[in-house]
């Protein structure tokens, strides 16, 4: 079982190569786990899965154990299991966000879901739930999903070095924008940054965590995301950075106070154009604006929502970066542009 599968040696990092070895030789180095480095009081150390306890060194349980993923396919794993009609229709592809993989199953195989489920578990040690993704529904973005293998569906997903505790069949989490939360999350030192439509922190907790701001409001209508987004800000010791606002950004959103805001929504978030241009400073500052638009109207219709939002305000834009994040539907795509208001 994976919860007996913890036991490793720590040792100090300018040793392990030696020791590793020998333990790989002795045949009690755990090859199906990796190897994890951590550091204290400013020293570094490798923690080696290890079968067993080895006398003479110091053997801790890993919190986080990180296994290797078989290098069998879903399909292999299920080639005696299904007829072949069923077999190409299984997915190829699923999520993994902390110990719970997201697999969309098509209608054909509702009958199989259990197996694909369990099969998905042997594939993946370390996670002890897979749910059914059935779509997104309704303002708050709610995912429609089913436990189809395992339990629980509350997890802790490590993502650039912060973590975010969510339940998987209450709230969103996508893996799809790592490059633009990245680049955010080094975008905003000695700066307020305004983060609307925050959810459980996708910007707000690497902003705060990566790039020293002044401060960070971070508003969200969700309750349910938004009680995540405060277990998150503590999880990740950055309560004196992020001021989480609970309501509608139409509302709450304040005034006049940022360098910089964050409209990480899509679908309708040209509706907002205006709050969140007022939220900048008298002086201007910077808008990050995402939007879900035809390809056809790529980057033209963004630009233009901006420019007119601006322009009603009284105020100029100047377009600084335009980029393409993820298809979103055939011939859509998320997009983000970057503007200087002032």
């Not at 755990?30 to 110091?58: A, C, H, M, Q, S």
């Not at 997104?136 to 070095?161: C, K, M, S, Y």
Request: hydrophobic share 40%; aromatic share 6%.
């Amino acid at each position: 079982m994976q919860n007996q599968r913890s036991l490793t040696v720590c040792v100090p990092i300018e040793e392990a190569e030696i020791i590793r070895t020998w333990l790989l030789e002795s045949k009690v180095l755990d090859t199906g786990r990796k190897v994890r480095k951590i550091t204290e009081n400013g020293k570094k150390y490798l923690l080696l899965p290890v079968t067993k306890t080895i006398p003479g060194y110091t053997c801790i349980k890993d919190g986080m154990p990180e296994f290797y993923i078989s290098q069998r396919s879903l399909k292999e794993h299920l080639s005696n299991e299904i007829t072949p009609q069923e077999l190409a229709r299984v997915p190829s592809g699923w999520q993994v966000i902390g110990s719970v993989i997201i697999v969309t199953i098509p209608e054909e195989l509702d009958h199989r879901t259990v197996i694909i489920g369990e099969k998905l578990l042997q594939m993946y040690p370390r996670c002890s739930c897979v749910v059914r993704d059935k779509g997104i529904h309704g303002t708050f973005r709610l995912p429609a999903r089913e436990i189809i293998a395992g339990h629980d569906t509350e997890t802790i997903h490590r993502e650039n070095g912060c973590f975010f505790k969510l339940d998987v069949t209450k709230v969103m989490f996508s893996k799809g924008n790592l490059a633009e939360k990245k680049l955010m999350s080094v975008s905003a030192c000695g700066e307020v940054v305004v983060d609307m439509f925050a959810g459980i922190g996708y910007f707000s907790i690497p902003i705060a965590f990566h790039s020293a701001p002044k401060k960070v409001i971070s508003v969200e209508l969700n309750p349910v995301s938004f009680g995540y987004l405060q277990e998150n800000i503590h999880l990740n010791h950055v309560d004196d950075l992020i001021e989480p606002l609970l309501g509608d950004c139409a509302v709450v959103t304040p005034e006049g106070v940022a360098d910089r805001v964050i409209m990480g929504y899509v679908g309708t978030t040209h509706h907002y154009l205006s709050n969140g241009i007022k939220a900048l400073k008298p002086e201007g500052g910077i808008l990050h604006y995402h939007e879900t638009t035809p390809e056809k109207l790529l980057f033209e219709r963004p630009v233009n929502r901006i420019q007119e939002a601006a322009l009603q305000l009284g105020k100029k834009m100047e377009i600084i970066g335009t980029r393409r994040i993820k298809k979103y539907a055939p011939g859509v795509w998320h997009v983000v542009v970057d503007a200087r208001i002032t």
